[in-house]
């Protein structure tokens, strides 16, 4: 059974955590020990991130760390050699995250062959048009045994959310704004009824939120409405400020146990502690 399909079958009621990080930043040989830290402190699914010169969905902590992965010298074949060089040692699903320009320049069924060589278990390609998912890259992405993950936001209608529910497997990405990548304080009313709505539709793929989470209250909020949560700009900048994965994942866990800071005590709400 594919990697991704068999921790979400097997997880019971435990919520998942999945985390990103960039290949090549802070450095280009770091990615072994970035993802084997990870595998360490419990984290449940990793996205492997291409860096790219232009990555729309990006904000600017992703985007700074795929300029210092390309001058690095990172490339897709040079991922994928890292991958293949601990592929034994790594249990937890992998899931390339990349965009479609360095992908179709590796060349399509390279790329799925690679990530079936490599352990990868999916990819996620944010500026893959649907269409053309359908046509051409979901009948290689099934013959290699790779889920192709797709995002929805609260801009995707209910038709085309149900459309993708029906032709995808593995997991939907489901991002908290129609914004780009960032930490984000809090998920105000807006976005908790873009969760309830999507939770009321009974999907058949679960679904992990992803974009904005990095303190207790937006992971509870991910944590509540979905399958899990996916952690990246956060675990971005701490992995550069500190450039030690496990240093970076110990802090990152701190930070996920405090609460937000404009949350008022239980003092401050009127409870006796």
Request: glycine fraction near 8%; hydrophobic fraction near 40%; charge should be negative.
């Amino acid at each position: 059974m594919n990697k991704i399909n068999q921790l979400f079958s097997t997880r019971g009621d435990r919520k998942l955590l999945s985390l990103y990080f960039c290949v090549g930043c802070p450095t280009l040989e770091g990615t072994a020990d970035v993802i084997l830290a990870m595998q360490r402190h419990g984290i449940d699914m990793i996205e492997v991130g291409i860096p790219f010169s232009d990555p729309l969905a990006d904000g600017p902590v992703i985007q700074s760390a795929g300029t210092v992965a390309l001058k690095n010298g990172t490339t897709l074949k040079k991922i994928f050699a890292q991958l293949k060089a601990i592929k034994d040692q790594v249990t937890i699903p992998l899931v390339m995250m990349g965009y479609l320009n360095v992908i179709m320049h590796y060349g399509l069924e390279d790329f799925f062959r690679s990530c079936v060589e490599s352990g990868a278990s999916g990819c996620i390609i944010p500026d893959l048009p649907f269409k053309d998912y359908m046509d051409v890259v979901k009948p290689i992405a099934d013959k290699y045994d790779i889920r192709v993950i797709m995002m929805i936001t609260p801009e995707t209608s209910e038709e085309r959310i149900r459309f993708i529910d029906e032709h995808t497997d593995g997991f939907i990405y489901m991002v908290s704004s129609a914004s780009i990548t960032g930490a984000q304080s809090n998920f105000g009313e807006a976005k908790q009824a873009y969760f309830r709505h999507i939770n009321s539709m009974n999907l058949h793929n679960p679904r992990m939120i992803g974009f904005g989470i990095s303190n207790k209250q937006t992971l509870e909020s991910a944590q509540q409405n979905a399958a899990g949560a996916i952690i990246g700009s956060k675990f971005v900048t701490l992995l550069n400020e500190t450039k030690d994965p496990d240093r970076a994942l110990d802090l990152l866990f701190d930070a996920l146990e405090q609460p937000h800071p404009l949350t008022p005590s239980p003092r401050e709400r009127g409870v006796i502690c």
